[in-house]
Each structure stands twice: as structure tokens, then as C-alpha cells.
Nanobody
Framework: QLVESGGCVVQPGGSLAPLCVAS????????MSWVRQSPGKGPEWLAH????????YDNDLVKGRINISRNNTKNKLTLLMTNLKPEDKAEYHC????????????WGQGTQVTVSS
């Protein structure tokens, strides 16, 4: 089970670090990703980290503004987001897998991020 937290309302230009905590199995067994979904839009992959955490990949749309990190010992996954923009408003989900978009990938319930002044 994946449970996200840390979403809130933040001002444009601000920073946020949603957290994902896993239970029931070790995230160290999986590639992990963050995806987001806005109302009326399909899910959008943001970033992926390999099982060890040594390799990371970011979507070009958010490159330079996000950093995915993981702590396999604590079974946690974090997405540090900086310079947030109104278009970053979405529900953010952690997921197993390299994109979070495969049928076999498992999502958490999500945490809502709103960027507004």
C-alpha cells in the first residue's frame, strides 16, 4: 500500500515536498515514480527512480524544478518541487514502475497540490 501526504495550497514560486510511505512490501523491490493528474486531463508522468535510487529520470516539462528521492530503509519516496506554477495544480500520486502508467503499476490515493496566490 502506498500513502501520499504533504499536499497543500502554496503560492507561485514556492516549494513543496510530497511524501509517499509504503507498507506491506519494500519499495526497494520496485522502480518508483511520481505521476500527477489534473481535472479533465490524463495522468502525467513526472519522475522515476531506479530501485537503488542511483538513477533518476525527469519529465522535460518539469526538469530543473523537481527532484525525486527514495529511502528504501524507511520505505519512503519524496518529490521535492520548487518554483511551483499555477499549472502544477494537480493530484500527485506515487506509483510503482518506471512511468506509473502501465496497467500493472500501483498508485497511492494521491495528495492534492494547489498553487495559488
Amino acid at each position: 500500500q502506498l500513502v501520499e501526504s504533504g499536499g497543500c495550497v502554496v503560492q507561485p514560486g514556492g516549494s513543496l515536498a510530497p511524501l509517499c510511505v509504503a507498507s506491506g512490501s519494500s519499495i526497494g523491490s520496485y522502480d518508483m515514480s511520481w505521476v500527477r493528474q489534473s481535472p479533465g486531463k490524463g495522468p502525467e508522468w513526472l519522475a522515476h527512480t531506479s530501485r537503488s535510487g542511483h538513477s533518476k529520470y525527469d519529465n522535460d516539462l518539469v526538469k530543473g524544478r523537481i527532484n525525486i528521492s527514495r529511502n528504501n530503509t524507511k520505505n519512503k519516496l519524496t518529490l521535492l518541487m520548487t518554483n511551483l506554477k499555477p499549472e502544477d495544480k494537480a493530484e500527485y500520486h506515487c506509483s510503482t514502475g518506471r512511468t506509473g502508467l502501465a496497467n500493472s503499476d500501483v498508485w497511492g490515493q494521491g495528495t492534492q497540490v494547489t498553487v495559488s496566490s
